[in-house]
């Protein structure tokens, strides 16, 4: 057995076809959907994801504003400028890219942003709607997850999850999302003990740790799903995510490749989640 591929390249473009299709929608009502995205120092791969989002922007027809402010900025000056983007009716979604320098308290720039415009889905607002199954905004990674099992029509109803990863970005929101849609979820992490038993009980599995092969072909139940939220290198240098890819394609009925399946997924919820929040100024 070969395992499907989930193309988080091909979703993408489907899904933002989708989202400029809506713009242009808002457009011609007079609204054209905003997002502020703040760079505080040099991190190279902070820049490339900002340039990325930028770009995500211009291809489906938003309006971007890129701040850019050197590693110095104090926690004052940045949660000014928050509070200013708050208040700018042009801007739906305000996005602040992390890690911010160890001067500032991230969270507390995170919880400066107002909810509505939280389109990162980090701020605590939007972690209590998820866990109460309110209207808010999920966090961009977990949910484009979330639509990569809708569209190779997994039902989640019963299943059991076993989520590898425990964070507040990916881990937490993605069981919380899973449990939504009635799968039993069982969460795993450092402390677990055996998780090889845990995961070998899975219809779908969603490894985000940031750590190369801690899922590997044996620990794989024979036709599982297999989504793998990790970025790291190989000894080559190679992009690479947390699952033994070429030994656990072999066992999987679907799995996600990296690159080119949860990353361009993560950007394009960032889109639906400012559309959304565009939107929502008609209501």
């Not at 866990?131 to 029509?153: D, N, R, S, V």
């Not at 109803?157 to 929101?173: C, D, E, L, T, Y």
């Not at 899975?202 to 899922?215: E, Q, S, T």
Request: aromatic share 4%.
């Amino acid at each position: 057995m070969t395992a499907q591929l989930i193309d988080g390249n091909a979703l993408s473009r489907q899904l933002r076809a989708d989202v400029a299709a809506r713009v242009q929608a808002l457009k011609t009502r007079g609204i054209t959907p905003g997002l502020a995205v703040i760079l505080v120092g040099d991190n190279p791969a902070s820049q490339v994801y900002v340039r990325n989002k930028v770009k995500a922007c211009e291809d489906t027809g938003m309006h971007s504003v890129l701040e850019t402010w050197p590693a110095t900025l104090t926690e004052t000056d940045l949660l000014a400028r928050v509070d200013a983007m708050n208040r700018d009716p042009a801007i739906h979604g305000i996005l602040v890219q992390l890690p911010l320098p160890a001067h500032v308290d991230a969270q507390k720039v995170i919880e400066a942003i107002d909810p509505a415009k939280d389109v990162d889905g980090f701020h605590i607002a939007s972690a209590g709607a998820l866990m109460t199954g309110m209207a808010g905004f999920w966090p961009c990674t977990p949910y484009g997850c979330m639509k990569m099992l809708e569209h190779i029509g997994f039902e989640l109803r019963g299943k059991h999850a076993v989520v590898i990863g425990r964070s507040n970005i990916v881990g937490k929101p993605m069981a919380l999302m899973l449990l939504q849609k009635n799968a039993t979820v069982t969460i795993c992490h450092s402390a677990t003990q055996d998780l090889k038993a845990q995961t070998l009980q899975a219809d779908v599995i969603v490894a985000a740790v940031g750590k190369r092969n801690v899922l590997t072909a044996d620990m794989v139940k024979p036709g599982a799903v297999v989504i793998d939220v990790g970025m790291n290198r190989n000894d080559a240098g190679k992009l690479c995510g947390d699952v033994d890819f070429d030994g656990v394609k072999e066992v999987a009925g679907w799995i996600t490749p990296v690159p080119g399946g949860v990353g361009p997924m993560t950007i394009t919820m960032l889109m639906v989640n400012t559309l959304e929040s565009a939107e929502r100024q008609l209501c």
